[in-house]
């Protein structure tokens, strides 16, 4: 038997130690664990046999190598062990950013000049207010009102003097119902505490 076969045949030595290593096992599993003789044995032969043989796993085969004066020698080439492939990294991927919630839409006056109050080309929302509720505003009157571009009562609240100087400039054959019949005012108390209170008032035109 050459060298190369007697560095790969077995070798007593690792057996030893592989039995010496199922023994200690078996004893820690019997005192420690407080496991039986048989699944201690068991445990303790697999953990010999499974060191017997990779403390005696063989080396690597030497490789006779042609040297320039044709000399055959004996060079031994270390195992090389395939390169472990490192696990993938987990990326956490970013969150989607939410799309911001559009700003609902808000209306806007259909005039708004130094030129008298401002004025709608139509009530917000498809809806006017009902102007009859104003003590001096009939049907005819609330019709003017509209085409005038008035529709809500907040509207009408918002007169300034100089405003209610130009709405009455623009009335046609009824000027000076804003001040006498006191629209500002009604419109006011309407915004401010409800129809249910004002009708209450204008019973006794407490407005």
């Given amino acids: 038997m050459n060298r190369s076969e007697m560095a790969n045949g077995p ?24 496991f039986g003789w048989m699944a201690a044995g068991f445990v303790g032969a697999m953990i010999a046999a499974v060191v017997a043989f990779v403390f005696g796993l063989p080396k690597a085969a030497p490789i006779n ?3 320039h004066d044709d000399v055959m020698t004996e060079v ?26 559009a700003k609902p ?10 030129d008298g109050p401002v004025r709608l080309s139509g009530p917000r929302g498809g809806r006017a207010d009902n102007l009859k509720e104003i003590e001096g505003i009939g049907p005819a009157m609330e019709k003017l009102v ?6 809500h009562f907040d509207q009408i609240a918002g007169w300034s003097d100089a405003d209610v ?3 009455d400039a623009n009335m046609k054959t009824f000027k000076g ?5 006191r629209w500002t005012a009604q419109a006011k108390l309407i915004v401010s505490e409800g129809l249910e209170a004002f009708r209450i008032r204008a019973k006794t035109n407490n407005y």
């Fill in 11 to 34: 070798r007593f030595e690792m057996w030893a130690i592989g039995i010496a290593a199922g023994l200690v096992a078996a004893g820690v599993m019997i005192v420690v664990g407080g």
């Fill in 65 to 67: 190598v042609a040297t």
């Fill in 76 to 101: 031994e080439v270390p195992a090389v062990a395939p390169a472990m492939a490192a696990p993938a990294a987990f990326v956490s991927q970013p969150a989607p950013i939410a799309a911001k919630p």
């Fill in 105 to 114: 839409a808000v209306a806007k006056p259909a005039e708004a000049t130094a």
């Fill in 146 to 151: 509209n085409e005038l571009g008035f529709y």
């Fill in 165 to 167: 100087a130009w709405v």
């Fill in 177 to 181: 119902r804003i001040v006498r019949d």
